[in-house]
Nanobody, 127 residues
Framework: QVQLVESGGGLVQAGGSLRLSCAASGRTSSRYAMGWFRQAPEKKREFVAAISWSDSFSRSKTYYADSVKGRFTISRDNAKNTVYLQMNSLKSEDTAVYYC????????????????WGQGTQVTVSS
């Protein structure tokens, strides 16, 4: 019942920045855990970042892959049903298709645990 659409991908030089957005529609909830994953050509999908559900009384918790810690920031705007991935200091190794995912449950770092996925947005970092 949830549809996710990513946007914001593109071509940037190493050291540059991009902000990815994931707009959710349908039967959405601020209590859905959200995640970002990426997949490079000929490689398996890998975890990038995740954020737990939140409300007025519970702060969301964030998680990051070691490879992006200190460079990427995940956030969510419940009023807009949107999750973001701010990517700074981009490296050529970050080149991949980035996917947004959602699940009606606790935050997890495992892609197969997420029930809903977007179509992906391409991020290419040139060096």
């Amino acid at each position: 019942q949830v549809q996710l659409v990513e946007s914001g991908g593109g071509l940037v030089q190493a050291g540059g920045s991009l902000r990815l957005s994931c707009a959710a529609s349908g039967r959405t909830s601020s209590r859905y855990a959200m995640g970002w994953f990426r997949q490079a050509p000929e490689k398996k999908r890998e975890f990038v970042a995740a954020i737990s559900w939140s409300d007025s009384f519970s702060r969301s918790k964030t998680y990051y892959a070691d490879s992006v810690k200190g460079r990427f920031t995940i956030s969510r705007d419940n009023a807009k049903n949107t999750v973001y991935l701010q990517m700074n200091s981009l490296k050529s190794e970050d080149t991949a298709v980035y996917y947004c995912a959602a699940r009606a449950g606790a935050v997890t770092l495992t892609g197969s645990d997420f029930a809903y996925w977007g179509q992906g947005t391409q991020v290419t970092v040139s060096s």
